[in-house]
């Protein structure tokens, strides 16, 4: 009977050790196909739902996964991390053990941006511009050329998306009264509207929230694939 109990223990301890290889080896696999689609610098942090693992890779069907991209470039912003949830994740059992991994269909993503306020402030042009957060708005801090010195004026902005864009709306100057015309001018150098582009997996853009770190962009698409290049 202990004989038993103690083969039966090891049975157990091998298939432990097995799953948590396959594992492994699928994590690394997507993260280094995952940099190569994406161009990145950096290998991606990969985690792969769903105990135990070796099940889902016989039936080639996962329950998906979470990625976390950094310093991503896009049309007019960089993203400082973007994190991915992967959901519903086709990967067949022969593609994974040769590593031959070609066209994996998933059913659904969603992401989030994360675009600090300096990359957010260098991606609008205006030299010397300053963002801060301010409850569910923007500060923006701008030196204005007034009567032959530089004044810095501050702006308070709403922030939104708009066709794959952070939108970013100046609506009123404050703590200093400047000439109408003056006013205009600032509020007008500071609308901006910045793109994103083509986001990995077809994501696309449906929110955006002010937070400490930076602007927070939430996306996300639908029956979707991850392909090799």
């Given at each position: 009977m202990r004989r038993w109990l103690i083969g039966v223990l090891l049975l157990v301890g091998l298939l432990v050790i097995a799953d948590r290889a396959a594992l492994a080896a699928a994590k690394s696999q997507l993260?280094?196909?995952v940099q190569r689609e994406e161009n990145l610098a950096e290998r991606p942090a990969v985690d792969l739902r769903g105990v135990p693992f070796l099940t889902q890779a016989v039936r080639?069907?996962?329950?998906?996964?979470?990625?976390?991209?950094r310093d991503l470039r896009t049309e007019k912003l960089r993203v400082n991390t973007l994190v991915i949830d992967l959901r519903e994740v086709a990967l067949p059992l022969s593609d994974l053990v040769s590593g031959n991994i070609g066209a994996v269909p998933?059913?659904?993503?969603?992401?989030?941006?994360?675009?600090?306020?300096?990359?957010?402030?260098?991606?609008?042009?205006?030299?010397?511009?300053?963002?801060?957060?301010?409850g569910d708005r923007l500060e923006l801090t701008f030196p204005v050329e007034q009567f032959g010195a530089g004044?810095?004026?501050?702006?308070?902005?709403?922030?939104?998306?708009a066709e794959q864009a952070v939108r970013m709306t100046a609506v009123q100057v404050q703590g200093v009264?400047?000439?109408?015309s003056v006013t205009t001018a600032v509020l007008d150098r500071?609308?901006?509207?910045?793109g994103f582009g083509v986001l990995p997996y077809d994501l696309r853009v449906t929110d955006v929230r002010v937070a400490d770190a930076g602007v927070e962009v939430s996306a996300n698409a639908r029956d979707t694939v991850l392909r090799k290049p």
């Open positions: 993260a280094a196909q080639g069907r996962y329950d998906g996964g979470r990625l976390e991209l998933v059913g659904s993503v969603s992401g989030v941006a994360l675009v600090t306020y300096v990359d957010l402030a260098a991606a609008t042009g205006v030299p010397g511009l300053r963002i801060t957060p301010k004044a810095p004026v501050t702006a308070s902005a709403r922030i939104g998306v009264q400047l000439p109408e500071l609308q901006a509207s910045l």
